[in-house]
């Protein structure tokens, strides 16, 4: 089964409002990595928080993580028509496997 | 520095044959990893390489196994094709082992078993 489950599973928004999505997962991780996938660009690493960070920031990328709670949020704000994709959250556990999340298809409408 | 690249992209394959992808890694890179893509199960991993030695398996039957060699390329083999092995298989480098750095992705090699 997989690790991380995503929230919502879809999301349309015009451009220059704020994106947020969630991710929720099982068992103790040592860290939560973010990716982004389109056709163009493939899947792209945007964002790793590690267990004992609660907050991080890359450009207009804000993710949160709570460990108490098992879930992490991607906050994108400003978002354009080339945020387009879906994205998903990745866990490790133990270091021993890699599991991503469902995605969330996101669509940002000029 | 040059991106992870994929060979083939492009693979068609009957269903009971067995098929080699391959792998370059970002260079200095020594962590390999894979993972099958589909619409039904989504991303899963399927097996970490690190300096020649699999450090990590998923949960896939033993038709599918990776070597990684010398300068860290990789390969990956399935056997006795399925029509459900039908998938996007990406890899990914990492410049260290057991997921603590991010991961580059390559672009993918498309198998459709048929």
């Known amino acids: 089964s997989q690790q991380g489950e995503e929230d919502p599973q879809a999301l349309s928004i015009q451009e220059g409002e704020n994106a947020t999505m969630n991710c929720s997962y099982k068992?103790?991780?040592?860290?939560l990595q973010w990716y982004r996938q389109n056709s163009g660009r493939g899947l792209v690493h945007l964002i790793l928080?590690?267990?004992?960070?609660r907050e991080k920031h890359s450009g207009r990328l804000r993710v949160t993580l709570d460990t108490s709670k098992k879930s992490s949020s991607l906050l994108i704000t400003a978002s354009r028509a080339a945020d387009t994709a879906s994205y998903f959250c990745?866990?490790?556990?133990?270091?021993?496997?890699?599991?991503f999340g469902t995605g969330t298809s996101l669509t940002v409408i000029p | 520095k040059a991106g992870v690249t994929q060979t083939p992209r492009y693979l068609i394959k009957t269903r009971g044959q067995q098929v080699t992808l391959s792998c370059s890694p970002i260079?200095?890179?020594?962590?390999v990893s894979w993972y099958q893509q589909t619409p039904g199960q989504g991303l899963q991993f399927l097996f970490e390489?690190?300096?020649?030695?699999?450090?990590n398996k998923g949960n896939f039957p033993g038709r599918f196994s990776g070597r990684q060699f010398s300068n860290s390329r990789s390969e990956m083999n399935v056997s006795t094709l399925e029509l459900g092995d039908s998938a996007l298989y990406l890899c990914?480098?990492?410049?260290?082992?057991?997921?603590?750095?991010?991961?580059?992705f390559g672009p993918g090699t498309r198998l459709t078993v048929t």
């Open positions: 990914a480098s990492s410049a260290g082992g057991g997921f603590v750095y991010e991961q580059y």
């Open positions: 068992t103790s991780i040592n860290n």
């Open positions: 928080i590690r267990s004992n960070e």
């Open positions: 990745a866990t490790d556990r133990a270091g021993n496997q890699f599991y």
């Open positions: 260079s200095g890179h020594r962590s």
């Open positions: 390489y690190f300096s020649e030695t699999q450090r």
